[in-house]
């Protein structure tokens, strides 16, 4: 599992198409490929980021916020 932050991306899929079901069909992936990266279980490569940021209408200069976002971990206060 990888540590990007995807509630960002998880915000503009529902804005712009409503459900992920929605963003399924207009990025023809599935449903499960799409919930499989946005929960950290698989990578995607540089075409689908860049076809995922087009339908989005994420700016190559903000796919970094969107993608790449690092989760920042709470520590535990003892």
Known sequence: MYNYDT????????????????????SQNSVSYISQYLNGKIYLD?????????LL????????KYFFKKKVHEMELA
Not at 8 to 26: C, D, N
Not at 46 to 54: G, H, L, N, S
Not at 57 to 64: F, G, K, P, Q, R
């Open 57 to 64: 209408d994420i700016s190559t200069e903000e796919i970094n």
């Open 46 to 54: 540089q075409v689908t980021i860049e076809r995922w940021a087009e």
């Open 7 to 26: 509630s960002k991306l998880r915000g503009k899929i529902i804005e712009k198409f409503g459900s992920q079901k929605k963003f399924a069909e207009a």
